[in-house]
């Protein structure tokens, strides 16, 4: 009978220890951007993106867009990034989009970010 007791015990710890965890650190969304390529990525997913840049049509929000596409699959190029400029960095992003090779500069202000431009690569 006290094996039976203790492993009572041990299932109602394991469980209210499960429930505390789960109600102090529940709802996190862990993103480990250890790289600089990956927290540049994650500084562009996460600011407010300056919609009055937005002007091509593919260039919209939804998860489909090209602006997407760059943000998440694209690849930062740092030697045609002009990164310390002031008062906005311009960073370069490389990326394919429907088999198609694009190249788009992006502005990185302090609240907010900023399509400059968008280009085919040949």
Same mark, same amino acid.
């Given at each position: 009978?006290?094996?039976?007791r203790?492993?009572l015990f ?10 505390i965890?789960i109600?102090?650190?529940?709802d996190r ?15 562009? @997913?996460?600011? +407010?993106i300056?919609?009055?840049s937005?002007?091509? &049509? ?5 998860? #489909? ?37 694009? @190249?788009?500069? +992006? ?7 900023? &399509? ?5 690569? #040949?």
């Amino acid at each position: 009978m006290a094996f039976l007791r203790r492993l009572l015990f041990y299932i109602l710890g394991i469980g209210l220890g499960t429930l505390i965890v789960i109600g102090l650190f529940g709802d996190r969304d862990f993103d480990y951007a250890y790289g600089p390529q990956a927290r540049v990525k994650k500084l562009f @997913r996460t600011k +407010i993106i300056d919609s009055i840049s937005l002007n091509h &049509v593919v260039l919209d929000l939804s998860a #489909d867009s090209i602006y997407y596409h760059a943000v998440t699959k694209g690849k930062v190029d740092f030697s045609q990034s002009d990164t310390r400029k002031e008062p906005c960095g311009a960073y370069s992003l490389t990326f394919e989009y429907q088999e198609t090779d694009y @190249r788009m500069t +992006i502005e990185n202000c302090p609240d907010t970010v900023s &399509v400059l431009d968008l280009t085919r690569e #040949d």
